[in-house]
């Protein structure tokens, strides 16, 4: 049996292991990054998901080091970019894990953000209430392992690809909208007042 993750404390990063800790589906919505290749995108995708109470990143590949990862970077220890080490943004949870799937019970709903013919168009997409998006690299596609586990697929209308950070915006983004203008009810975010 795997253990439950311990408490999180703001402004922690977790490095795990493949047979490491299960999270529960409370910490729904969480995003999933296969490889990104720039740290500045993974920054970026921090003040999203703090911006739309998203609280977990996890990120395969080692193209972009995990702060604790002192062999990535000449025996230096890593400086996150400045978007990942702004204090309002430090309820965010940063894994870096190359079995992300492995971390979540069956009660989430992984969904793929990829141009696929079975895709779902985002402006009639219906969130599904434990929702985990997965995004591919900037300069590649979700790998198929990854798609395996996915259960519905998503694609953003637009006639130029997004960077990594603006997809993670825009799905966040119409999740919130979708929850406020009363088409979801579930959520951390239908209790809260937005002005």
């Known amino acids: 049996m795997k253990e439950r993750m311990p408490e999180f404390i703001a402004g922690d990063t977790v490095k795990v292991r493949k047979e490491d800790q299960l999270y529960e589906k ?3 919505p969480a995003i999933i990054m296969h490889n990104p290749k720039y740290p500045h995108n993974v920054g970026a995708a921090v003040r999203a998901c703090s911006c739309f109470d998203a609280d977990l990143i996890i990120w395969s590949g080692n193209r972009v080091p995990h702060p604790d990862d002192t062999k990535a970077t000449a025996n230096k220890k890593y400086r996150l970019p400045r978007e990942e080490r702004m204090k309002g943004y430090n309820h965010v949870e940063l894994v870096n894990d190359d079995y992300p799937f492995n971390r979540f019970s069956k009660d989430v709903t992984p969904v793929a953000v990829e141009v696929r013919d079975n895709s779902e168009v985002l402006p009639h997409f219906v969130h599904p209430e434990n929702p985990v998006y ?25 006639p130029f690809c997004l960077n990594l950070a603006a997809a993670i915006y825009v799905v966040l983004y119409d999740r919130m909208a979708k929850i406020i203008r009363g088409e979801a009810t579930y959520g951390k975010e239908a209790n809260r007042v937005y002005g």
Do not use: A, N, W
């Open 134 to 158: 997965v995004f591919g690299p900037e300069d590649g596609s979700i790998p198929q392992i990854y798609l395996k586990h996915c259960q519905r697929f998503l694609i953003i209308p637009s």
């Open 26 to 28: 409370s910490r729904t």
